[in-house]
């Protein structure tokens, strides 16, 4: 199997998620409301798997890689893009978390903004796969031989195996930080 294989699988799974939150969508704009458990299911997917993992693999392995090899003007310019898409995704789902904490505040105008993040990610992620998947993941192949391409392959199944630890490492430690402060405060005061 060539490394691109699980990065073309993520994005399948992607894509699935996205067409909930495309299903969704209306369902929240005609109802002037939304279901926080739905919104922080897909705030932890696209951070999670989408971004960490997926996007980590990408930035962390392919491109560091890539940026010792002679690319062309082209593949650099690709890349460089990619690296700005993923800086849009994460920005875009940050302003969905805090648009999101604002609404269940009390500040119901700031579903406009809940909605208009989702419909960015959803416009977004498909050229950016699109981009990845036909233009940048074949070509870039030719830059490797076939002793890289398993080793980043390798990398990547390393990369995967170690994501879990490390979402549950700062679960844990933000669980004791909230009971420690929570320990720390008096009684009734």
């Not at 951070?47 to 940026?67: C, N, P, S, V």
């Not at 700031?110 to 419909?119: N, V």
């Not at 390798?154 to 979402?167: G, L, N, R, T, V």
Request: glycine share 4%.
């Amino acid at each position: 199997m060539k490394f691109i294989g699980p990065l073309m699988w993520e994005h399948r799974l992607i894509e699935r998620m996205l067409r909930t939150v495309e299903i969704k969508l209306p369902v929240i704009q005609s109802q002037s409301n939304f279901d926080p458990v739905f919104i922080d299911s897909v705030v932890d997917f696209i951070q999670t798997y989408a971004d960490r993992t997926h996007h980590g693999k990408e930035e962390d392995i392919l491109f560091k890689e890539l940026g010792k090899k002679p690319l062309t003007a082209e593949h650099i310019q690709i890349m460089k893009g990619l690296v700005k898409e993923h800086q849009f995704a994460r920005k875009t789902v940050g302003k969905l978390v805090e648009a999101k904490i604002r609404f269940l505040e009390g500040d119901k105008p700031s579903l406009a903004e809940i909605t208009g993040s989702l419909k960015a990610l959803i416009e977004f992620y498909p050229k950016h796969i699109e981009k990845e998947d036909k233009h940048f993941f074949y070509p870039v192949l030719e830059y490797f031989s076939k002793e890289e391409q398993d080793a980043m392959l390798a990398w990547f199944y390393e990369f995967d195996a170690k994501m879990i630890h490390e979402k549950y490492i700062k679960a844990v430690e933000a669980t004791e930080k909230t009971v420690m402060n929570t320990k720390l405060k008096k009684p009734g005061g």
